[in-house]
Each structure stands twice: as C-alpha cells, then as structure tokens.
C-alpha cells in the first residue's frame, strides 16, 4: 500500500511537471501550500536527492541539496505541503519553498527594526516562520497554522 | 571533522612585518586605546558609527573594533576602519565599500576564473553583497597577510533571489548599523569544504555562498579554501583573520567586564589565540564546550535545545556576540513581550521588573559536562529608553521549536573563547569549541 501510494505520487508528479513546465514561461515554484508535485518542482530546482517517510498521517520529503542543507517539506494526506523545515550551512532559496506565502514572507522582513541581528519570529494570520542559527549552520521551519495535522507539535517539523 | 595544522605565515607575504607598526611606515593613526598586547584588540559597546550622528540610532549591545585594511604590497595604501562589529556567530570580514573604495583592492577569482561575489545572509533576513577582494589586514598588532574579504556594494547591481531571499540589503552604514563586520567564529572560511571544487559532493556549486556574473546574472561558483581543502588553488573564500595570523591563530577570546543593568559605554578587549600567550590561558574553572554543527545544548524551563550531532537537526542553542541579546522561548510565560512596533523594544521582552532565570547549557558530544548560566532579563522599553549602549538584562522571545541564542549579554562578566575548527588547541577536547 505505502509502495503503491509512492509510486503514484512520483507518476502523477512526474506528469504535473511535465503540464506544468508547458503551461508556464517561468518554472513552476513551490511549495508551502502548494500540492505534492510541487515538491518535485523543488527537488528539480535545489538538484536534491529525496527521502521519503511516512508519519503519522503524513509525509514528510526530504529534499538534499549539493551544498548539504536539507528541506524537508511535510504533505498532507490530501496532498497539500502544509509545512517546510530546513537545516544546513546554506540558506535556502525561499522564493522555491515558500511560493505563494513568499511575497508575504518578504513584506515582513522589510518591517525589520535597526539595530542588532536576532532570530526572526514572523507570526501572521495564515502563515508562521520561524529562521535561527548563524552563518553555516542555519534551521527554520515555516508552516500554514490551520493546516497543522491533530497532535503534530512545531517542534517536529524540522 | 578537519585535520589539524599550524597555520605559518602568510599567503603572498611581501615582507610586510607582524605589526604595522615594526619599522617601516605606520599606517595613519592606529587607535592605542586599551590594546597594550599586540594579540590585545580594544573592542568597545559604544552605541556604534550612528549614535552620535543627528537622527543617528544607537545599536544597544553591538560590539565594535578597528582594523587597518591596507592594499596588498603596501604600508602607506591603508585606512582604519572603526566600527566593525565583533561577532563570533560569523566568519571573515567584511566592510562597507565606502570605507575602502579609496584603497583600490584587487578583485580575488573564483574557481572558474571569473571575478568572485559572495553572500551573507542573516538569519532575520537581512544580507550582505560584494564581490571578494583581497587586503592586508591588521588588527592590533597581528597581521594577516593577504587574504580575501568581503566588500560590501554600495550599488550592487544583479543580486540573486537566492541571495536577497526576499529581505533586506544592509549595505549602508544606517542599514547594517555598522562599517562592517569583523566575523571571529568557529571556522576557518566562511563557507569551508562544501565550496570548494575539491571537496564538495557535488559537481554543481551551493547557491548562498559564492558567485560569479555576466550580463545574464550571477550564478553559484565554487571558490578554493586552498591546502586546507586539499586544493592547491590559492584560498578565494573569505577567511577567518585570525587563521592567517603568524602566530596566536587558533581561536580569539572576548573579554568584557560585568555590566549591572546597563551602561553608557562598556570597554573590552579581543584576545587572539588561546594558550599561546601569557594572557590567553585557560583558567581552573573555565569550562570547554564542544560543538556539533557548530550548535551545543541548552535546557531551560524543563525544554531542551538540543542539536542532535548525527542528523545536525535541533534546534541546537549557540553563543554568539552578534545577537543584541538573549534570544530564547519562554514556555512558562513569565516574561510578557514587549507591546508591538513602533518602538524600538518590539521583539524584546518587557516583564514588570527585574526577572532571574536560570538555565543549563551542555556539550552536545559529552553529556557530562553541562553548567549552569544564570540571567536577568528586565523590561526592555525600560531599558532601551536611557541613551545606554550596554544591557545585561536585554532578551526577547523566539517562537516555539527554536534554538537558545545566547548573545552578547552573555559575555558581560566573562571570559569566552572561541576555538577555531581545525586549529590546534590546549586542550583534550578538539576545536572547535566554545569555553568559558
């Protein structure tokens, strides 16, 4: 059941791909919010091996890019990516994982106060990032609130 | 992780002597202020370049020095450049182009040949751009010889979207807050292993870190952090200053006194080297924390903030003196956020009165060895309205899920070292590591 379930996403992936690179002039981006395919939209941009694994009641897909920084992108039952995570020495191209969420991600970051570098807590309606660490060794996650499966605590996602 | 190696002198030396000020020319004004050691670097919480300016901002609990950027080759082509912020969360330096345009640095290539770019990005969004060059650098008395930094582009033109991310370009004094930055953190490079073409997994460069440019754009490019790398290419990657010291090159110490709330100004000093000299010692009671993806354990509240060293996930909890002040999550709710901008204390907590707290920080390689920290945190409005510079008691909040950052209020009253990775060090424990 889990094999076929894999299988068919990466059929239907591959498929939605395919439509989507012929019906768009600029390469389809993803992924928070945005439905499985759009996490092999990601793999393709970061040039990412991916991992697999179920949870409970969802998956979570492990993109690795060359550099060594990881972005898991976590997929709901229906389909939807409704959080992302990363961890690693390199920031992750956000405009890719954070789609359509990413110009309200950027709105926000232009609010930012002087002075001093701090952790950024960016909790909106809608859409919550969360971005720590230090130069080469950088985590966040970002996720949709109401999208949170039942009993799945932050903290996981990552 | 590296193999260790003393680093001995110089790449491209051209006879410049350890010290500008040993025979030949001294650069114009070298500030004398506290550093009476040449690995002794006066460091000072002075509200930074904009406090005393009309309408200019003062950067609570920044931490800045001077350094002497002179043209390779020369002992007269140089410029002091005050204001730099000393940040052990970062590595290399890096400056506004403003302050050293006048120098006319030579551009450093990348791999590929072309002229290379590099990226900072800040984990609050904000970034830095420029193409690498390379200077002679002096800090103290301490010499680095040539090595690549950053230059900060004043009109940058091109930057990449996985370079800006959508946040905020800090590449003027008002912006950054700063001149630039004087990065002094764990590592030799800024970006190490997975930039050079001889020893990335990959064949295709890491986007974040280095760049070159045509009129098409700037794509990823690998740059070489030489024999370190086992590349025989000469180092492109912006490196660590104090590494390419002669001598006290394994790792710096920031020393600041203890601030009782606050303080106009704070003065201190950047020792370079650790037990190589007779003012870099270890003490009996120091404490030596390795690290695991540069990230050790925090518990606090009965949470722990922990960075697992086999997945490099976490969150992990660091130290860090380019933080303004201690960031951390408060479950327990004792600590009420500061109400919402347009003050300057939104994102710090602002509880009623002085809070003690205290928390236990633990070396991710070695369970045992663990220490408690203790800490006030007090209400920032209050603080952040006094002309002040220097806070002890200056924290704010970070979501759930988010490592213990512990900034530059964690260095006030203590000794802290920092072992750069790869370096040789006076202890069991390799580097890198944090001691204090």
Known sequence: ?158 | MRKKYLVLILLGGLGFAVGCSSGGTTPAGIPSGGSTSANVLAIAVDGGPTANQTGGFIYPNGVFATATICHPGSSSNCVNVDHLLVDTGSVGLRILQSEVSSLGLPTVNASNGSAAYDCTSFVDGSYVWGPVESANVTLAGENTGNIPIQVISSSPANIPTSCSNGGVNDNTQSSLGANGILGVGLEPFDCGEACDPSTAESSIPPSGAYYTCSNSGCTPAFASCGAECNDSSSVQQVTHPVVMFPLDNNGVIVELPSVSGSAATVTGSLVFGIGTETNNQLTSTTNVFTVACDFFNTSFEGQAFNIDPNSCTGPGSFIDSGSNGLFFYDVNNVLPPCPASPTAAAAFYCPSSLMSLSATVQDPNNSSITEVVNFSINNAQTLLSSTNAAFSTLGGPVLAGQGFDWGLPFFYGRNVYVAIDGQTVPTPAPSPWWAF
């Open chain 1, 1 to 158: 059941m889990k094999l076929f379930f894999r299988r068919s996403i990466s059929f239907t992936a591959f498929m939605t791909l395919g439509i989507v690179w012929a019906g768009l002039s600029s390469p389809a981006l993803a992924a928070l919010g945005g439905d499985v395919a759009s996490v092999a939209a990601d793999q393709a941009h970061m040039k990412a091996n991916v991992e697999v694994k179920q949870a409970g009641g969802y998956e979570v897909h492990a993109l690795r890019a060359p550099g060594g920084t990881v972005v898991s992108e976590y997929v709901s039952p229906s389909g939807r990516v409704f959080a992302v995570a990363w961890h690693g020495p390199f920031f992750p191209e956000m405009q890719q994982i954070l789609g359509s969420y990413f110009q309200q991600y950027s709105a926000a970051l232009q609010e930012r106060k002087p002075y001093g570098h701090r952790p950024l807590n960016l909790e909106q309606p809608g859409l919550v990032v969360q971005s720590g660490g230090h130069m080469r060794a950088y985590y966040g996650r970002a996720y949709i609130p109401e999208m949170l499966p039942q009993g799945l605590k932050v903290e996981e996602i990552k």
